[in-house]
């Protein structure tokens, strides 16, 4: 049971551009979410959350958007930058629980 | 440098085989959790302790198991090595056992054939 889905296995945008991986969740009790970016070869690094009280989070070049009625969670990469090149993977978790369920993870490359 | 570290980076063994992952976490850091991530697969959450004591379990196989000792490092130990066990293994520390971001290793990639 797939409980945090990323239905774009990959993304490919220009440098400059705007670059929005985004996932769908299934399970109402989840209240906090999270990005987090992979490089090859390295540990997921924490990029940016939101919890469920909020509809928008900023930070920098990142903002994290939640459609609590649609379950939907995007995050915004503006302007996209080749370093940002890596796989994205979104979770989630529940107040009530413990752990981070997270995504299949969204591969994003950013063309010079 | 997340501060979390995982030991070994790579291990190669055979089916049938044991083996055992360690995980130092953050200094400081109460939690520890186990991810597994297969080929093009998200993480897997496998087991979370915190502070010695076992907290939540996810998908984690009987032939697996883990603890957590008192100077709050962590081993993963996998058991009756299957070709499917083949995946990386990460690591992850947070100060509380409330999840909100966690700091993971680099991993260690196993590899059984």
């Known amino acids: 049971d797939q409980q945090v889905k990323q239905n774009s296995p990959s993304l490919s945008v220009q440098e400059g551009r705007i670059s929005i991986p985004n996932c769908d969740y299934t399970?109402?009790?989840?209240?906090?979410f999270l990005w987090y970016k992979k490089y090859p070869a390295e540990g997921p690094t924490f990029l940016i959350s939101?919890?469920?009280?909020?509809d928008k989070n900023e930070d920098g070049r990142f903002t994290v958007f939640l459609n609590k009625s649609a379950k939907h969670l995007s995050l915004h990469i503006v302007p996209s930058q080749p370093g940002d090149s890596a796989v994205y993977f979104c979770?989630?978790?529940?107040?009530?629980?413990?752990?981070?369920?997270f995504g299949t993870g969204t591969r994003l490359a950013v063309r010079p | 440098d997340s501060g979390v570290t995982q030991t070994p980076k790579h291990l190669i063994t055979a089916t049938g085989q044991r083996v055992t992952l360690r995980c130092s976490p953050r200094?400081?850091?109460?939690?520890v959790y186990w991810y597994q991530q297969s080929l093009d697969q998200g993480l897997q959450f496998l087991i979370q302790?915190?502070?010695?004591?076992?907290?939540a379990k996810g998908n984690i196989l009987e032939r697996f198991s883990a603890q957590q000792f008192p100077d709050l490092h962590s081993e993963l130990n996998l058991s009756s090595l299957e070709l499917g066990d083949s995946a990386l293994y990460f690591c992850?520390?947070?100060?509380?056992?409330?999840?909100?971001?966690?700091?993971f290793g680099e991993g260690s990639r196993l590899t059984v054939l």
């Open positions: 200094s400081g850091d109460l939690s």
């Open positions: 399970n109402s009790m989840f209240d906090y």
């Open positions: 992850a520390s947070s100060a509380t056992h409330n999840t909100g971001e966690l700091f």
């Open positions: 979770a989630a978790s529940a107040s009530s629980g413990d752990k981070l369920t």
């Open positions: 302790y915190y502070n010695g004591e076992e907290r």
């Open positions: 939101i919890s469920s009280i909020k």
